[in-house]
Every structure is written in C-alpha cells, then in structure tokens.
C-alpha cells in the first residue's frame, strides 16, 4: 500500500533527495501513521515541497522529501539547485526541532503525579481521595482548558501573565496567593492568610499586577507617609516637603476599598 500524492512535474524537482527513517515503535506508541506525517509536513511547508512515503507493510518506513524548484533541470546542479542542500538541511532541523505532529502547541512535556482530593460525597460527608492529575511543562493555559478531555474548572496555571490574559485580575489574586502560600509553607513556616490576602490585594486591586518593588507599589497614589514606610524613605520625605504634600492617612484604607 503506498501513499496517494498529488501529481507534479518532474522538471520542477531538486535533485536533491532529503531522506528520513522513522522509527515503528514511536510511531505505534503515538498512534501516527505514514500518511499523517505527510499530511503534517505539506501543511507546515505546502508547495515548497513535495513527500512520498511508504506504507506500514514495508520493513522500513521511509518518508523522501524534495524541494519544488521551477528552474532546476534533471540531470545537472546549476547555481539554484546547489543551494538546495543547504535548503534542505535547514527543513531538517525545523522538521525534527519545532514541528509538531500532534498534541496541544507550546507544550513540552507532561507528567503524572498522584494527589489527594476533597470531595462531597451523597452521604452528605467530606472524603478524601487519591486521583492522578497532569503536570505539564509549557506554556498554553487557553488551549489546554478548550480541550474536551480536560476539566477546565480545576486546570490552572503558575504562569500569573498568561492567567491574566486568559482569566483576568480576579484570577490571577487568586492563584497569587496559592502559590505563596505552598511556597511558605513547604518547609512548614506559617504566616497568617490576612498578611499574604492584603499583599495580594495591594499587587492586584488596580486591575494589573503591581510589583512590590520601589517602581511598584511607591509609584501609586497614596501619602508619603505610607510610601515612605518602604523604601526610598528620605528621597520621598524630601520631595513631600519640598513640593507642601500633605498627608491625610486614608492611604491604608484607600487599598482596602
């Protein structure tokens, strides 16, 4: 059985041959066929290439791959057709560093770990259970959560700029503040859940994130009294005297409004 390409013309073919071996088991493990390798490649390259491949009932699966060259005759390399090597080496590293036959883009790796759960049961109790859940290396929180076999209300993602892209400020405070809180209690320190939810609000009430930082939370519009008490104490307590600013102490209870 061999894989139904389209016609072409053969004096619009290289020369040169781009010959790859791919391997049955890995194919087998990631449920590809011969014939969707192809598909992908012609999608990723359309008419600059042209692929013929076996089929499964051959020893070796082997995929060939030409360059579509309009002016390249058969027989003889002129100054065109000695550059397709090059050409082609390049397609060689894009095929087998960035593209992608199948699964979600900008996902890298994924692993399986086992955690315990909370649940309601019918009895009216809390229990708790062991299930497995999907720790994926990379970025694309929008894709993953549109995907039909991933529960979307429980995907969440450390990534704090592409949660406020995808799921707004709302959010990312709160995903903020379960990840300083696993972060401060993995040794077993404690801090009270008032003090991280009052920074959380502090880097988040203005609609973005805020760092806590000198060029963060001492630029916003509060007293200096208030900007003061972080850093830049003397620059800050200049300027308020230089410029007669005054401070009415609201700037506390302006962030807790």
């Not at 050409?87 to 086992?114: C, D, R, S, T, Y």
């Not at 916003?220 to 008490?229: A, F, N, V």
Request: aromatic fraction near 8%.
């Amino acid at each position: 059985m061999r894989c139904q390409m389209r016609k072409f013309h053969l004096k619009k073919i290289s020369p040169w041959l781009l010959r790859i071996e791919l391997n049955w088991e890995m194919l087998a493990d990631k449920k590809l066929s011969m014939a969707a390798v192809s598909e992908k490649i012609k999608q990723e390259f359309g008419d600059y290439l042209t692929c013929i491949c076996n089929g499964r009932t051959d020893d070796r699966l082997i995929l060939r791959t030409r360059i579509m060259n309009n002016e390249a005759p058969i027989g003889g390399l002129n100054d065109e057709s000695a550059e397709d090597d090059v050409f082609l080496e390049k397609i060689e590293n894009n095929m087998l560093l960035e593209m992608a036959l199948q699964g979600i883009p900008h996902i890298n790796k994924v692993f399986i770990k086992k955690v315990k759960s909370t649940k309601y049961d019918d009895n009216e109790r809390f229990k708790s259970e062991k299930e497995f859940m999907l720790d994926a290396e990379g970025v694309n929180l929008l894709a993953v959560m549109c995907h039909e076999e991933v529960d979307a209300r429980r995907t969440t993602s450390n990534h704090l700029v592409e949660i406020i892209e995808v799921l707004e400020i709302e959010a990312v405070r709160r995903v903020l503040l379960h990840e300083l809180r696993a972060v401060i209690s993995f040794d077993g320190s404690y801090v009270n859940y008032r003090h991280l939810a009052f920074l959380c609000d502090t880097m988040t009430y203005l609609g973005h994130l805020m760092a806590i930082t000198r060029h963060g939370i001492n630029r916003i519009d509060t007293g200096p009294l208030m900007r003061c008490s972080f850093e830049e104490t003397v620059d800050i307590l200049l300027d308020a005297a230089a410029y007669a600013e005054t401070d009415y102490l609201r700037g506390s209870l302006r962030i807790l409004c």
